[in-house]
T-cell receptor, first 111, second 114 residues
């Protein structure tokens, strides 16, 4: 059974620091990887996606993918209190055309 | 909020009630999804519709019945639910159900079954 694993946290970082979130997945057939942010009481919103090995940067966010290690990460630079949320890792596989989610990592940015 | 809307936002129902959740997407997408989100658990995919045809049913109990009359609308009909069905029900849409297309979520319906 395909699994997506994330540290549940909470991950507490001071304002201005880098928050590093990790995600591992078990299905080697996984092709696409997504990071969603979910504020308390709100629905998930897509913030990053990555398909190829390496880094992808978008503003203060950088996604890193290593398919050999079955590992995807999200870095949040210059963390702001507004970044406090739960971050969901999602993995899509062409084997079964499913998007599988991790349980999420809760991030708290201390002002 | 995104181009995906859901109604109602909150629903309280008894175990003998029948109710329906509604989802509408204004993004021109071809695929729509129902997810269940329970506390501290990963999002659980319930149903997938692509071009109005169901392509996925993850062994969801028959007390949940989806309906997709067109590519913009998706319903989840609820009947004789159990208290453990209380959760946040999220609708999402994407351009297609194939490829790793990013999914856009609606605000969700917070369901409480008494």
């Amino acid at each position: 059974q395909k699994e997506v694993e994330q540290n549940s946290g909470p991950l507490s970082v001071p304002e201005g620091a880098i928050a590093s979130l990790n995600c591992t997945y078990s299905d080697r057939g996984s092709q696409s990887f997504f990071w969603y942010r979910q504020y308390s009481g709100k629905s998930p919103e897509l913030i990053m996606f990555i398909y190829s090995n390496g880094d992808k940067e978008d503003g203060r966010f950088t996604a890193q993918l290593n398919k050999a290690s079955q590992y995807v990460s999200l870095l949040i630079r210059d963390s702001q209190p507004s970044d406090s949320a739960t971050y969901l890792c999602a993995v899509f596989s062409f084997n079964d055309y499913k998007l599988s989610f991790g349980a999420g990592t809760t991030v708290t940015v201390r002002a | 909020e995104t181009g995906v809307t859901q109604t109602p936002r909150h629903l309280v129902m008894g175990m003998t009630n029948k109710k329906s959740l509604k989802c509408e997407q204004h993004l021109g997408h071809n695929a729509m999804y129902w997810y269940k989100q329970s506390a501290k658990k990963p999002l659980e995919l319930m149903f997938v519709y692509s071009l109005e045809e169901r392509v996925e049913n993850n062994s969801v109990p028959s007390r949940f019945s989806p309906e997709c009359p067109n590519s913009s609308h998706l319903f989840l009909h609820l009947h004789t639910l159990q208290p453990e069905d209380s959760a946040l029900y999220l609708c999402a849409s994407s351009r297609t159900s194939v490829v790793g297309n990013e999914q856009f979520f609606g605000p969700g319906t917070r369901l409480t079954v008494l």
